[in-house]
């Protein structure tokens, strides 16, 4: 058995090389998109159309000189940006990347014509608790963030740094209770399962599959919008904004200590876009097409081509899920810190309490056996979707959040009977 | 311990159950690894020109005002306080979904009714505690 432990290990290195190269290159592919979005050109200069400023960035990070303040912790300094990259890097191990291959499938002739004598899952490791792996790896994050901004000794990291605690923290509770409610309705932790179940539509009849996002769209939202806070992205990048602490817990950093953090950030895009992608958008299914290619179903366990075709969507999903990360960047302001707790803790929470109560319900009726369509998850997901507008409404108005009129200006106007108010004031 | 964890093992073609651990453990060194080389090869390579202004910290330009290590706003000590009661309710959610939805043990699918009211309970509870801490007004920030 030593053939498939060398294997899956062949497949670790494989995707570590894959995806800090993946990296490297959604740095430039995030200046693209806001060249694009902005209506300018974006970086060109290197190579043909840009495209070897990746490698002039490593090489100029590495030769920049290090820097670190005289009042810092020195060892908790350089220790951060190891302690960030580290559990950043093994996140994806447990993501399916492309369903199985059959049991008996041969390496080419050249490379020794070995079979793979079980069924070979296409991912590094597939251990039962995939789930909760995914969320320890994303949660390890935390302390790259707090000792960076306890160690530099700088009133702006160490801001950045307790805001950035306060934010992952928040908005991991409502990540994790998104992926149990899709967790408990599959029945296991682990992620290939999963994104197994998915690959099928609601009925004989229905166009829709069965992916997650349409069975529990609720889950989806919020584990969407908890992606992006766990990686400090905007609209969630309170931890680093530039206006106000100048670059948040990592602004004493230089060189390549800097890149690590960089570094962490597009990993945790990653990885939280595989796992949106593995739970929710069906993985490696590609509809409406299987049912031309296979006549059928599209089946778990393949061949080669079957293997490559699902590792191909599935990475076109994930990379077309960055790029609606990058695409929010450049279009959505920041959050307020009072607003983006309160989001957090007063409406997330018990959303994602509620999302997770009734998925285990419909479990529940499942089991007695009462209802058995999935579509029955979804009319649940909205019932709830209405319940939680409505309770918005009866909620009290926040005192906190209200809205600022400017004189003079064209966007917030005061408006005419504010204005005579003022003036009879005044 | 073979018992339990044959049939799964026979699936994946492993000959133990550590093997898995043990290739989390090799990508969790390399990551550790790519880190530390990191961190040498750009203390090695980059340059190093020190002064007193320059080791100070940054603070937009002026000379660095009292201290960092300072006190800070209680509100964040009661975020980390309710974050570890709601973390630890999501670790034993975790326990119960594997026994929850569990097809392969007919016994666990018999309890499915107690395991089901459990969690109700143990959902209203953690509600009053939320509701409680909601009228304390801990989640108010302004």
């Known amino acids: 058995m030593v053939g498939v432990f060398i294997a899956h290990l062949i497949f670790a290195l494989v995707m570590l090389g894959m995806v800090t190269g993946i990296i490297a290159y959604l740095i430039l592919l995030e200046r693209k998109t806001a060249a694009w979005i902005q209506d300018r050109i974006g970086p060109n200069r290197v190579g043909p159309q840009g495209l070897l400023q990746p490698l002039a960035d490593g090489v100029k990070f590495i030769l920049k000189e290090e820097f670190m303040p005289i009042h810092a912790d020195k060892i908790l300094f350089i220790l951060a940006p190891i302690v960030i990259i580290a559990p950043a890097l093994c996140g994806f191990a447990v993501i399916p990347w492309g369903g199985d291959l059959a049991a008996g499938t041969a390496l080419p002739k050249f490379l020794g014509g070995w079979a793979f004598p079980h069924t070979f899952h296409v991912m590094v490791a597939n251990p039962q608790i995939g789930v909760l792996f995914v969320i320890a790896m994303a949660s390890l994050s935390v302390y790259g963030v707090v000792l960076a901004g306890w160690a530099s000794g700088s009133k702006y990291s160490f801001l950045g740094g307790l805001r950035a605690t306060a934010q992952m923290i928040s908005y991991e509770i409502p990540m994790v209770l998104s992926l149990l409610s899709v967790a408990v309705v599959a029945g296991t932790l682990r992620l290939g399962p999963i994104t197994d179940l998915q690959a099928t539509y609601f009925s004989s009849v229905s166009f829709l599959p069965a992916w997650n996002v349409f069975t529990q769209p609720v889950a989806f939202l919020l584990f969407v919008t908890c992606i992006f806070a766990e990686s400090n992205r905007t609209p969630f990048d309170l931890a680093e904004c530039e206006q106000e602490l100048v670059g948040g817990y990592h602004t004493e950093y230089s060189s390549m200590k800097f890149a690590l953090f960089f570094l962490a950030e597009y990993s945790a895009m990653i990885t939280g876009s595989a796992v949106a992608v593995a739970l929710f958008l069906g993985g490696w299914h590609l509809p409406w097409i299987d049912q031309l290619l296979y006549h059928g179903a599209q089946p778990v366990a393949t061949g080669w081509l079957g293997m490559l075709l699902k590792f191909v969507v599935f990475w076109g999903k994930v990379i077309a899920f960055l790029f609606f990360y990058m695409w929010v960047r450049w279009t959505l302001p920041r959050f307020r810190f009072d607003q983006l707790m309160n989001l957090a803790w007063r409406g997330m929470i018990p959303l994602s309490l509620a999302t997770f109560v009734m998925a285990s319900v419909f479990v529940y009726l499942r089991q007695e056996g009462i209802i058995e369509h999935r579509g029955w998850l979804l009319l649940g997901n909205v019932v709830l979707i209405g319940i939680m507008f409505a309770v918005t409404e009866l909620r009290p108005a926040d005192s906190g959040n209200r809205r600022m009129y400017v004189l003079n200006s064209r966007y917030n106007p005061i408006p005419a009977s504010a204005k005579a108010e003022l003036e009879s004031a005044v | ?142």
């Open chain 2, 1 to 142: 311990m073979t018992t339990l964890a044959t049939p799964q093992l026979a699936v994946q073609g492993f000959s133990s159950l550590y093997e898995i651990w043990i290739l989390l453990g090799i990508l969790f060194l390399a990551g550790l690894g790519f880190g530390v080389a990191n961190v040498i090869i750009s203390h090695i390579l980059g340059p190093s020109r020190k002064g007193n202004v320059k080791d100070s910290v940054y603070e937009s330009g002026v000379n660095p005002v009292g201290t960092t290590r300072d006190r800070f706003n209680v509100r964040f000590y009661l975020v980390a306080m309710i974050f570890l009661v709601f973390d630890v309710e999501v670790l034993f959610l975790i326990p119960w979904i594997s026994s929850f939805n569990d097809s392969r043990h007919p016994w666990l699918h018999a309890a499915h009714g107690p395991l089901f009211l459990s969690v109700v309970i143990f959902t209203v509870i953690l509600l009053v505690a939320y509701i409680y801490a909601w009228g304390k007004g801990v989640f108010k920030w302004d």
